[in-house]
């Protein structure tokens, strides 16, 4: 009889953890995706349109290079081959100093758009949080597996692009 009373217990616990509300949101995604991100992104690239353009011009050139190379190999002496060695890898070493930076600064700048619209973030996450009455509210990163009927992600966004 203890035995039974016993297994009820445990079945009532596991019935009541059950019952716990759960949800996952992807706040990286929800910041970037939101409308001030979006804002944000338009304004950088057009700051940095010169920088995109020069990488956009270095990349042109390094495949006609590369495609000349190619198909006239066969063609050229050692000494243009070397030439157009050089030219390359010249083209190349200023194509990668110049995507670095761009992407040192896209990186510097996501983040400080992160920083800044934190705050908001957090006030629309516990709203939603409180309306639902969520007992708990995971990362993704920390979830194995769930059903997109959890994601939280896109209520989020919504709850930030209203509060503007």
Known sequence: MRFIYIALLAMTATLAHAE???AVVDMKRAVLSSDQAKVAVDKF???????????????????GIQEKMST??????EEERRK??????EKASTY???RQNMQKAEQQELQSLAQLMEPKMQK????????????LVL???AVIYSTGAIDI???????MNESK
């Open 20 to 22: 716990m509300k759960i």
């Open 45 to 63: 690239r057009a700051a940095k349109q010169g920088d995109i353009d020069t990488i956009t011009q270095l990349e042109k050139e390094l495949k």
């Open 72 to 77: 006239s190999a066969d063609f050229m002496s």
């Open 84 to 89: 157009m060695k050089a030219t390359f890898d």
């Open 96 to 98: 990668q100093f110049h």
């Open 124 to 135: 629309a996450l516990k709203t939603i949080i409180e309306d639902s009455k969520y007992d």
């Open 139 to 141: 990362r993704p990163e």
């Open 153 to 159: 992600t896109k209520q989020l966004l919504e709850k």
